[in-house]
């Protein structure tokens, strides 16, 4: 009885092994073919592939900036801005979406958010900080333009 049970467990075991492992794999096979599809600009079917790899794994920040990507491409502002905050709070570190956030936000004139998320996004930046000196100029800009109307 005992041997039976044992290869009862032993065979729940490598069940439940292949079921994650296959899953891991399906996820993977998802985003690289909506990576794929959004490289080809099939935006449609990239965020139906973006949101099933979502399903698989749901703390993949890449997949939430690329749903931003396709949202901004079809001028949905509210929906990209949802994205660009879920791939922050999953990476706060992600330069990419910062620098879109802040330019969402210096585009609605939201200085004091611009100016927070341009103090974050120098600590962070690595291969975006160019984009900064670019940043504050349209800050200002936007600030003197702001004076001359009053």
Known sequence: MKNISSKIFSLLVTIIAIFFISNHSLSENFFNEAKQKFDQKKYEDSKFL???????????????????????SEENERKEIKYLKTTLLLEPDNEEAMYMLIDIELKKSNFSEVKKLTKNFIIICSSFCDKTKSINKRLKNIEAKDESKQ
């Open 50 to 72: 973006f949101q099933r790899n979502i399903v698989f794994n749901p703390k993949d920040a890449k997949s939430y900036l690329y749903l931003a990507k396709i949202y901004n």
